[in-house]
């Protein structure tokens, strides 16, 4: 039971670098999430797609963008990478959009930007 | 705007004590609420969730929450804390659109670490 798959696990970058994190599901979900997870904030949304080829922005999309592949992976691109995007990144899916639905989480992506 | 308000970073119990984590909400429209639990070094894990159903809601591993509107909580509870539970629980609220109702995204707190003593 893979569930949600992230890669990679950990990863440091110097600024400016670009990155992209991987995610793929194989719960056959309509829906997926990338949030990020910085001490005393929570998790704060980044962007989402809830469905196969629409994405919209969340709360903290600045310096980001996203693809959403096809059904089962979600991509999320750094593009020049900042000390502010240091955080640990946590992929998502559900299997639709809806204010009822329980997410899956992947086991996250802790990134270093030096 | 909507917001989820946890009280207490850090809370410590001892083994077999009652685990109390609280949560409190702000929304305009009827809230869809969760609580999520995370282990160290994975993701988040859905414990239970509210959707007006019942306002006691039972989740996994003995947990439960209590809805009361009059207070805007929904606060966590369980009767006997166990080493095991030694973990960060977050609470969340269905984000508002902004057309009124709720979104199928989630705003979350900003979570409370659980200690348990032995």
């Known amino acids: 039971n893979a569930g949600v798959t992230q890669t990679p696990k950990f990863q440091v970058l110097k600024t400016g670098q670009s990155m992209t994190l991987q995610c793929a599901q194989d719960?056959?979900?309509?829906?997926m999430y990338w949030y990020r997870q910085d001490p005393g904030m929570g998790l704060r949304l980044i962007y989402y797609?809830?469905?196969?080829?629409?994405?919209d922005k969340g709360e903290v999309p600045n310096g980001y963008n996203v693809s959403r592949l096809n059904k089962r992976e979600f991509s999320l691109r750094l593009e020049s990478a900042a000390p502010s995007q240091t955080s640990v990144y946590f992929c998502?899916?559900?299997?639709?959009?809806?204010?009822?639905?329980?997410?899956?989480f992947g086991s996250g992506t802790q990134l270093s930007v030096l | 705007a909507q917001s989820v308000t946890q009280l207490g970073s850090h809370v410590s119990v001892s083994e077999g004590a009652l685990v109390l984590l609280r949560c409190n909400y702000s929304?305009?429209?009827?809230?869809?609420l969760f609580w999520y639990v995370q282990y160290p070094n994975q993701g988040l894990q859905l414990l239970l969730k509210?959707?007006?159903?019942?306002?006691l809601v039972k989740g996994i591993n003995d947990f439960e929450a209590e809805f009361k509107k009059s207070e805007t909580s929904f606060h966590l509870t369980k009767p006997s804390a166990h080493m095991s539970d030694a973990a960060e629980y977050f609470c969340?609220?269905?984000?508002?659109?902004?057309?009124?109702?709720?979104?199928?995204?989630?705003?979350f707190g900003k979570g409370t670490k659980l200690s348990v003593k032995p």
């Open positions: 929304s305009s429209v009827p809230p869809y």
């Open positions: 998502a899916s559900s299997l639709r959009w809806g204010v009822n639905e329980k997410l899956f």
């Open positions: 509210y959707t007006s159903a019942a306002t």
């Open positions: 719960m056959n979900h309509n829906s």
């Open positions: 969340a609220v269905s984000k508002q659109s902004n057309y009124g109702g709720s979104q199928g995204n989630l705003i």
């Open positions: 797609s809830a469905s196969e080829g629409t994405t």
